[in-house]
């Protein structure tokens, strides 16, 4: 499996596990064992707003694109992520935000 993320200004939090052909998006699963080879299943019929774009099937690798949310302090990896490829099995490490900078008082800035 490949992962492509594109990378949106926003709060959400994303959490995905890799389970043989199916992504569990925020607790939500997405089995793709169904499709064959060359197939194409369009954005428009997911019911989900975590993928940008189709999910296809070439030369046996499915390839998803999905919303990489970004927070106010994004980093670099997740403003250009690079695609994920051969997804293992497990919860998937995405790019992680810059740190939290310290106010005046030593506690993490939040806005």
Known sequence: ?????????????LKIVKQ????????????????????????EAIKSEWFAGPVEKLNGEII?????????NYSHDQAFPEPISDVPDGVVDLPKPL???????GQGVTD
């Not at 499996?1 to 939090?13: A, F, G, N």
């Not at 740190?99 to 008082?105: A, C, K, S, Y």
């Open 1 to 13: 499996m490949k992962i492509i993320l594109s990378p949106q200004r926003r709060e959400d939090t």
């Open 20 to 43: 043989g052909a199916t992504l569990f998006i925020n607790d939500e699963a997405f089995s793709f064992s169904r499709m064959g080879d060359g197939d194409t299943l369009p954005r």
């Open 64 to 72: 998803v694109t999905l919303v990489m949310p970004n927070p106010w």
């Open 99 to 105: 740190p939290e900078l310290p106010d005046f008082f």
